[in-house]
Protein backbone atom coordinates (compact mmCIF):
# COMPACT_ATOMS: atom_id res chain seq x y z
CA UNK A 1 0.00 0.00 0.00
CA UNK A 2 0.93 3.39 -0.58
CA UNK A 3 4.05 3.73 -3.37
CA UNK A 4 3.70 5.43 -6.23
CA UNK A 5 5.75 5.45 -9.17
CA UNK A 6 6.93 9.01 -10.14
CA UNK A 7 9.23 10.11 -13.13
CA UNK A 8 11.98 7.18 -13.86
CA UNK A 9 12.65 5.18 -11.24
CA UNK A 10 11.34 7.78 -8.35
CA UNK A 11 9.05 7.03 -6.00
CA UNK A 12 6.92 9.23 -3.24
CA UNK A 13 4.59 7.71 -0.63
CA UNK A 14 0.66 8.73 -0.70
CA UNK A 15 -0.28 11.01 1.85
CA UNK A 16 -2.37 9.73 4.15
CA UNK A 17 -4.48 11.77 6.69
CA UNK A 18 -2.75 12.37 9.36
CA UNK A 19 -4.23 10.61 12.49
CA UNK A 20 -3.96 11.95 16.41
CA UNK A 21 -1.56 10.25 18.61
CA UNK A 22 -4.65 9.53 21.42
CA UNK A 23 -6.18 7.23 18.57
CA UNK A 24 -2.84 5.11 17.78
CA UNK A 25 -3.60 3.83 21.42
CA UNK A 26 -6.43 1.25 22.79
CA UNK A 27 -8.22 2.62 25.38
CA UNK A 28 -11.26 -0.07 26.19
CA UNK A 29 -9.65 -3.25 26.11
CA UNK A 30 -11.16 -5.53 28.84
CA UNK A 31 -7.93 -7.92 29.09
CA UNK A 32 -4.27 -6.45 29.73
CA UNK A 33 -2.26 -7.06 26.45
CA UNK A 34 0.60 -7.35 27.18
CA UNK A 35 1.96 -8.95 24.23
CA UNK A 36 1.09 -5.95 21.70
CA UNK A 37 3.86 -3.61 20.71
CA UNK A 38 2.48 -0.44 20.72
CA UNK A 39 4.76 1.16 18.58
CA UNK A 40 4.21 -1.73 16.06
CA UNK A 41 -0.03 -0.65 16.46
CA UNK A 42 1.11 3.01 16.58
CA UNK A 43 2.49 2.21 12.92
CA UNK A 44 0.02 -0.04 11.55
CA UNK A 45 -2.55 2.68 12.66
CA UNK A 46 -0.60 5.85 10.97
CA UNK A 47 0.11 3.88 7.50
CA UNK A 48 -3.33 2.83 7.22
CA UNK A 49 -3.37 -0.91 7.67
CA UNK A 50 -5.50 -0.58 10.53
CA UNK A 51 -8.33 1.64 11.49
CA UNK A 52 -7.25 4.36 14.47
CA UNK A 53 -8.76 3.81 17.92
CA UNK A 54 -11.75 5.86 17.74
CA UNK A 55 -13.94 6.89 19.99
CA UNK A 56 -17.05 4.61 20.77
CA UNK A 57 -20.65 6.06 20.88
CA UNK A 58 -23.11 3.85 22.13
CA UNK A 59 -25.41 4.96 19.54
CA UNK A 60 -25.79 6.05 16.04
CA UNK A 61 -25.62 9.89 16.17
CA UNK A 62 -24.01 10.63 12.67
CA UNK A 63 -21.56 7.74 12.95
CA UNK A 64 -21.83 4.77 10.27
CA UNK A 65 -21.16 1.62 11.58
CA UNK A 66 -21.32 -0.78 14.67
CA UNK A 67 -18.98 -2.92 15.81
CA UNK A 68 -20.71 -6.70 16.10
CA UNK A 69 -18.47 -7.49 18.41
CA UNK A 70 -18.99 -4.80 21.39
CA UNK A 71 -21.82 -3.07 20.15
CA UNK A 72 -20.15 0.56 19.68
CA UNK A 73 -20.68 2.87 16.96
CA UNK A 74 -17.65 4.30 15.06
CA UNK A 75 -17.04 6.27 11.97
CA UNK A 76 -15.40 3.29 10.42
CA UNK A 77 -13.89 -0.16 11.16
CA UNK A 78 -11.40 -3.03 9.73
CA UNK A 79 -12.47 -5.23 7.53
CA UNK A 80 -12.16 -9.45 7.97
CA UNK A 81 -10.31 -10.59 5.00
CA UNK A 82 -12.30 -13.60 4.78
CA UNK A 83 -15.80 -12.50 5.21
CA UNK A 84 -15.83 -8.70 4.61
CA UNK A 85 -17.26 -8.04 8.27
CA UNK A 86 -16.48 -4.87 10.25
CA UNK A 87 -14.86 -4.63 13.74
CA UNK A 88 -13.13 -2.12 15.41
CA UNK A 89 -9.27 -2.04 16.53
CA UNK A 90 -9.80 -2.93 19.93
CA UNK A 91 -12.10 -5.94 19.83
CA UNK A 92 -9.54 -6.87 16.78
CA UNK A 93 -6.60 -6.78 19.30
CA UNK A 94 -8.58 -8.64 22.01
CA UNK A 95 -9.38 -11.79 19.49
CA UNK A 96 -5.30 -11.90 18.35
CA UNK A 97 -3.76 -14.61 19.91
CA UNK A 98 -1.54 -14.52 22.80
CA UNK A 99 2.31 -15.56 22.74
CA UNK A 100 1.34 -19.17 23.66
CA UNK A 101 -1.80 -20.04 21.50
CA UNK A 102 -1.41 -20.39 17.65
CA UNK A 103 -4.37 -19.45 15.48
CA UNK A 104 -7.38 -17.11 15.59
CA UNK A 105 -10.52 -18.02 13.63
CA UNK A 106 -12.83 -15.27 12.05
CA UNK A 107 -15.81 -14.81 14.54
CA UNK A 108 -17.78 -14.16 11.95
CA UNK A 109 -17.17 -17.19 9.37
CA UNK A 110 -14.75 -19.66 11.85
CA UNK A 111 -11.86 -19.25 8.94
CA UNK A 112 -8.55 -20.48 10.30
CA UNK A 113 -5.95 -17.97 10.12
CA UNK A 114 -7.93 -14.69 11.06
CA UNK A 115 -6.81 -11.11 9.67
CA UNK A 116 -7.78 -7.64 8.28
CA UNK A 117 -7.40 -4.97 6.71
CA UNK A 118 -8.79 -1.13 7.01
CA UNK A 119 -10.10 0.28 4.20
CA UNK A 120 -11.37 3.84 5.77
CA UNK A 121 -15.35 4.90 5.17
CA UNK A 122 -17.45 2.37 3.30
CA UNK A 123 -18.93 3.69 -0.04
CA UNK A 124 -22.56 4.57 -0.05
CA UNK A 125 -23.21 2.15 -2.39
CA UNK A 126 -21.10 -0.87 0.12
CA UNK A 127 -24.10 0.68 2.93
CA UNK A 128 -26.74 0.17 0.46
CA UNK A 129 -25.73 -3.43 -0.35
CA UNK A 130 -25.89 -4.36 3.33
CA UNK A 131 -29.48 -3.08 4.62
CA UNK A 132 -30.66 -4.75 0.96
CA UNK A 133 -29.05 -7.72 2.59
CA UNK A 134 -30.40 -7.29 6.15
CA UNK A 135 -33.93 -6.51 4.69
CA UNK A 136 -34.14 -9.41 2.15
CA UNK A 137 -33.24 -11.90 5.74
CA UNK A 138 -35.73 -9.91 7.61
CA UNK A 139 -38.15 -10.59 4.93
CA UNK A 140 -37.69 -14.47 4.49
CA UNK A 141 -37.74 -14.91 8.32
CA UNK A 142 -41.31 -13.45 8.18
CA UNK A 143 -41.87 -16.00 5.41
CA UNK A 144 -40.50 -18.60 7.37
CA UNK A 145 -42.77 -18.10 10.58
CA UNK A 146 -45.99 -18.31 9.02
CA UNK A 147 -45.16 -22.05 7.45
CA UNK A 148 -44.30 -22.95 10.63
CA UNK A 149 -47.52 -21.77 12.81
CA UNK A 150 -49.47 -23.44 10.13
CA UNK A 151 -46.97 -27.07 10.85
CA UNK A 152 -47.65 -26.08 14.70
CA UNK A 153 -51.46 -25.76 13.90
CA UNK A 154 -51.70 -29.56 11.41
CA UNK A 155 -50.02 -31.15 14.62
CA UNK A 156 -52.11 -30.23 17.09
CA UNK A 157 -55.17 -31.16 14.74
CA UNK A 158 -53.52 -34.60 14.42
CA UNK A 159 -53.14 -35.07 17.92
CA UNK A 160 -56.97 -34.63 18.91
Known amino acids: MGN ?3 GAGRRRRRRLPEVEERLTQPRRLLR ?3 D ?3 GRLRRLIRSGDLAPCFDAAEDAAGLD ?3 PICFYFY ?3 NRSKC ?6 TECFLQLMPSKSSKVVHCPFCK ?4 AVEYRGNRAK ?3 KLDQQKEQNTSESKKKIQPKSQIADELNVHSSE
Open 4 to 6: VAI
Open 32 to 34: QLS
Open 36 to 38: VDS
Open 65 to 67: EDC
Open 75 to 77: PSL
Open 83 to 88: CGKGIC
Open 111 to 114: TASY
Open 125 to 127: REK
